[in-house]
Nanobody, 114 residues
Framework: QVQLVESGGGLVQPGGSLRLSCAAS????????MGWYRQTPGNPRELVAH???????NYADSVKGRFTISRANAQNTVYLQMNSLKSEDTAIYYC????????WGQGTQVTVSS
């Protein structure tokens, strides 16, 4: 069983920064990629950032230049550094892992408000 544990969410003022972490544990055969998604009430979950096992990254247009995804392969951990946060970044952020199956974390709330 694969488990993803997220941390780092919270309340931050506009213009501030947060760093999300997601640690994967359990029986993981091969990791093809890991990513972060977010969801707000009444809306579908959307991709924020993704990183492949080879280190290639892609980002949603709305976060390019502000968010950075990185990965510590040895620890099966993925990070999301979020800078210049805006109120529209407020959402529940979910970690995602693609292996022979797809796994999701439980989500962590990010609230950007003054």
């Amino acid at each position: 069983q694969v488990q993803l544990v997220e941390s780092g969410g919270g309340l931050v003022q506009p213009g501030g920064s947060l760093r999300l972490s997601c640690a994967a544990s359990g029986s993981i055969c091969s990791i093809y990629g890991m990513g972060w998604y977010r969801q707000t009430p009444g809306n579908p979950r959307e991709l924020v950032a993704h990183i492949t096992s080879g280190g290639s990254t892609n980002y949603a247009d709305s976060v390019k230049g502000r968010f950075t995804i990185s990965r510590a392969n040895a620890q099966n951990t993925v990070y999301l550094q979020m800078n210049s946060l805006k109120s529209e970044d407020t959402a529940i952020y979910y970690c995602n892992l693609q292996s022979t199956k797809t796994y999701w974390g439980q989500g962590t709330q990010v609230t950007v408000s003054s």
